[in-house]
């Protein structure tokens, strides 16, 4: 399932737009990137696709179901209604409708027509019932405020986790971390129950070694391994994909309730995971963990389809990790459709194929390819920032015309002092220093 096309009308700062999301025919990756300045409506068109997309999941849990609506503030100020319409392609079928929403005691200049929310939820419905099994698509957006790590000391009851629980809380709060907590406690309950327990395991390994039987030993790991829980190891591996260095996620019951994670060797509780890694880890724990419950029979959960929505995907994370973010996304997941928003020039100039849109005072331009180019090429370009301090920027200027015009004494005072302020190493005043020099001898030389 995908969003082919969304237009929005009288939304928060755009009159009227339309936005075509990737895969396109001219880009094949299920990535889109906002970027753009603050206040540009990046996260007003992720707002409007989860709101939007709220209706759907309504309507799967029940005929009659109501998603989100537009809230009243994002009506353009100034207009009576606002709308937002999207078209979704689930496996070849389109399927269109609009969410219009208009302020109290003024006539609407849109309306609603959601008749394809009930056709598309009624086609899931149709499967699940005759497969309770049956695979669902994953719908998530993860605000900005999404990295609370709130981990419940106490468990009072234990929940049943049904299929379509996989949708609780994901399109307003995103990273649901007290129901991650309680869902892998329970399932890791489960999967204990299930396997040879590690002691006697290892007694048995004692007795077969004794005996020679590889055979036995053999069979006998296999029997474990089977009894792991595919949801579990589905978790399990979409952070050590994400995260190198990083495995063994666990619930621990001592000395009190808490989550473990092993680190580089070294087993932590996750509250002691500083915040780049917690947000990835609550952002990768969280998708792996719905994609697992919405494909119980899928061999591998993480191949699971879907829409994932995510606001500042750079948040918190170390330039070498916001590099590789886009890359590391659609290798563990590579069935959903993302569209995500940035800051960062790094993320995304390490993709071949993804649709960047530039938004600026409302207006939507889609970016060339930045696959390859540096990171201050993208800034100059795309997001149109200097690339250093822009009165340092002036004086290297300054120092440069000295240089040309042959004022070589200015030239020379002027380098002495910014060489007294930047770091010896700074690459524009070595090449000042070429330039001054050359200049020097040729005036020498003409001499
Ligand atoms: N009802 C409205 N009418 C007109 N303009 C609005 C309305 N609501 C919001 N805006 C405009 O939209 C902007 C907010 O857009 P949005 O939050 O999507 O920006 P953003 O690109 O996500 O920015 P940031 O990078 O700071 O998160 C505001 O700065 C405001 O100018
Ligand atoms: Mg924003």
Known sequence: MEISKLALENLGRFRAQEIALAPTTSVPSNVTVLIGNNGAGKTSILKSLATSLSWFVARLRSDKGAGSPIPEEVILNGAASAAVHVAILDHGVFFQWTLARSRP???????????DTARLADKYRTSLTAD???????????????????????????HSFLQLDGYDNSLNQGVDFRRFFEWFREREDSENEAAVPDEVLEQLQKVIAHTRNEAIWKELQKI?????DRQLTAVRTAIEMFMPGFSNLKVRRRPRLHMSIDKDGETLNVLQLSQGEKSLMALVGDIAR??????PTLEN???????VLIDEVDMHLHPQWARTIIARLTSTFPNCQFVLTT???LVISDC?????????????????SQYGQDANTVLLDVMHTDIRNATINTRINDLRDLIEDGRLDAAQ???????????????ELAKARLLLRKEELRRAKNN
Do not use: C, W
């Open 343 to 345: 800051h960062s020039p």
């Open 301 to 307: 959960p993480l191949h699971g389809d879907g829409i």
């Open 132 to 158: 309770e099994h049956a695979s669902l698509p994953l719908i998530a957006f993860y605000p900005v405020e999404r990295v609370v790590l709130d981990i419940p000391l106490k468990i009072k009851e234990k």
């Open 290 to 295: 719905r994609l697992a419950m919405m494909n």
């Open 224 to 228: 474990n391994a089977s009894a792991k």
């Open 105 to 115: 005691g003024k006539k609407a200049e849109h309306s609603s027509s959601l008749h």
């Open 352 to 368: 071949k194929d993804v649709l960047v849109y530039a938004l600026d005072n409302g207006e939507l331009t889609p970016v060339p």
């Open 413 to 427: 005072a002027l380098l002495n002092e910014l060489q007294a302020e930047l770091p010896a190493q700074n690459l």
